[in-house]
Every structure is written in C-alpha cells, then in structure tokens.
C-alpha cells in the first residue's frame, strides 16, 4: 500500500509539472556568479543546461557576474529581487549569503558553495538550511587531500597553506586540512591573504618558508593562479590544490569533483521547485559523489614530481 501511494504521488507531480508547462507558464532565473574562472563557469553552465533540458523555452536566464566583489553580489542579489526573478542561482559563497540576506521569499539555490552551516552561520548544521535556501556542495573529502600531500611528499617537514581570509569557507577548508596534516606529522602554517592585492606578497612568504603548499578551494585564489606558479614554480615549490581549476593553473595535483556535474544537479533542483514538485524548505543540500585525483601534468614534469598511475592528467 505504501508503494502505491508512493507511485501515485509520483505520477501526480509529474502531471502537475507537465500541467504547469502545457499552461504556457514561464520562469525567469537570475544567476549570480561571484567571478569568471573555470570551475564557477562549468557550474553555472551545468546549471543552466539541465534546467533547460527540463523545462525548455519556458525558462529565461539573467546571468550576472559580481568580478570578484562581494559587495556587487548584494547589488545584483536585490536587483533580481526588485525584478521578481522566479528563482536565484547563487554561485559561489558570498553570492549565497548575498541572495540569502536579500530576499526571504525567492528560492534561492548555491552552488560550488563549501560548508553552508558555516556560510551562513548555522550553528549545529543538519543538512537542512531550510526557509527558502537550499544547493549543491562542492566540500571534497578534505582529509583525502590531506593524505594526497603525504603520498607525494612524504619526506616533507612544512605545509604552508595559502587561502583568502574573506572567505569563510576557505577558512574552513585550511583549518580542518591543517589538524588533518599535523596528524600526519607536518608543521603548518596558515597563509590568509585579504584581497587580489596581497596575493604576491604572501605567497612569496609562505613560498620561501615551505616545502609543500596547500589551497583550498579559493575563489580569489582561482583568479590569480597566474600569480601563484610565477612564484612557486621557479623555486621549486609543489602546490596541492582544492579543486581542479586551480590545479590546471599552479598545482602539482588535486583530488576532483566536476563543477559541471554539480551544476546539473543544481539545474535539476531548480526544475523540481519551480514546477512545484519539490519544497525548497525541506530540500536539503546536495554533495558530489565522485572524486578523482588528477594530477597537471606540465608542471609535474617540470617540478620532476612523479605521479601514481591511480591519478588522471588534466586536460589542457
């Protein structure tokens, strides 16, 4: 009996959703993306592809991009509620907390966002962000990255790990990697930058005093990249990195989710809220399921790191 109630209450939101659409009903989607770069791109690419399989024509997009400024998240996040957008996409954490302090009545969905208890400060997380918020995660197994530096470096003494203070769930990310690597035996040491403008600088620090470099999944650190292997690649220097984006640009190997999935699954999210099959309220955050350790294979050769034949090359 169970089954059966299950499989009608299936087969009614399927009909509801089709009704919806038949009716010629329409849904405009803001989308905030906090800056350009590879694995944000991929994920509001993923989003928009998967929503557009699902409801076609009768969705509409309004992409905006905050270029790095949490303050200009808030702009677009109220301009989107001014316009009465059907649904937010928030990609990255200070578009999340930009959309969330913005409207309490939109749903709005994160994604490539890390630890969303601690990016909007709930105490005792459960899954659940509830009210009108609710996403996708792209919180890799942080100890996995851990181990990654003692399978490469095992005869490592020092771990600098270079991160944006700004960001919350860097923070996160650098402190749980660094109780992770004392474990292991390593000394580390924190590097927090405050904005583009102190990158050089601090990596040029944490260069000179490490033997391995450790960043997390940084959204500032995934734009300046660029800046990162000028400095650490000529000295020598091995960087681990939080996600594939910022590996392709300055690091020796990562442990990798697809952004472009996370999107997808983000997309199909966004389907189920807007044609009413699924309550945002009680929709809780989603987790990539698959992690691959891939490897740049440029900057190994050049480093002469040698790489386990279990680790996949980047595609350049």
Request: charged share 15%; aromatic share 6%.
């Amino acid at each position: 009996m169970k089954k059966l109630l299950a499989l009608v209450l299936v087969l009614a939101m399927a009909l509801c959703s089709t009704a919806a659409l038949a009716e010629g009903k329409t849904y405009t989607v803001g989308i905030c993306q906090l800056i350009t770069h590879d694995a944000l791109d991929a994920a509001t690419q993923g989003f928009m592809d998967a929503l557009t399989a699902e409801l076609g024509d009768a969705v509409t997009f309004d992409v905006q991009n905050a270029a790095g400024d949490s303050n200009t998240c808030s702009t677009i996040a109220n301009t989107f509620v001014s316009a009465g957008v059907d649904l937010i996409l928030a990609n990255a954490t200070p578009a999340l907390q930009a959309a969330s302090a913005a409207t309490a009545d939109i749903p709005v969905l994160g994604t490539s966002v890390t630890e969303y208890g601690v990016a909007l400060g709930i105490d005792g997380f459960n899954g659940t962000v509830g009210g009108n918020v609710s996403g996708t995660s792209d919180l890799a197994p942080l100890d996995q990255q851990a181990a990654m530096v003692k399978e490469l470096f095992p005869d490592a003494k020092t771990v600098g790990l270079i991160y944006c203070s700004a960001e919350a769930n860097s923070q996160y990310q650098v402190d749980t990697v660094k109780t992770e690597l004392e474990a292991l035996g390593y000394t580390c040491t924190l590097y927090p930058f405050a904005d583009s403008n102190d990158v050089a600088a601090v990596t040029q620090s944490a260069c000179d005093a490490s033997d391995v470099l450790y960043v997390p999944t940084d959204n500032t650190v995934a734009a300046n990249t660029g800046i990162l292997d000028n400095i650490c690649q000529p000295a020598g220097k091995s960087i681990i990195a939080g996600e594939e984006g910022i590996c392709k640009g300055c690091g020796v190997a990562t442990l990798s989710i697809s952004y472009y999935d996370l999107g997808v699954t983000t997309g199909k999210m966004a389907a189920q809220i807007l044609t009413g099959e699924a309550d945002i309220s009680t929709m809780p955050v989603a987790y990539a399921e698959n992690f691959t350790p891939k490897y740049n294979a440029a900057i190994c050769e050049a480093l002469g790191v040698e790489i386990p034949e279990t680790y996949t090359a980047i595609e350049e």
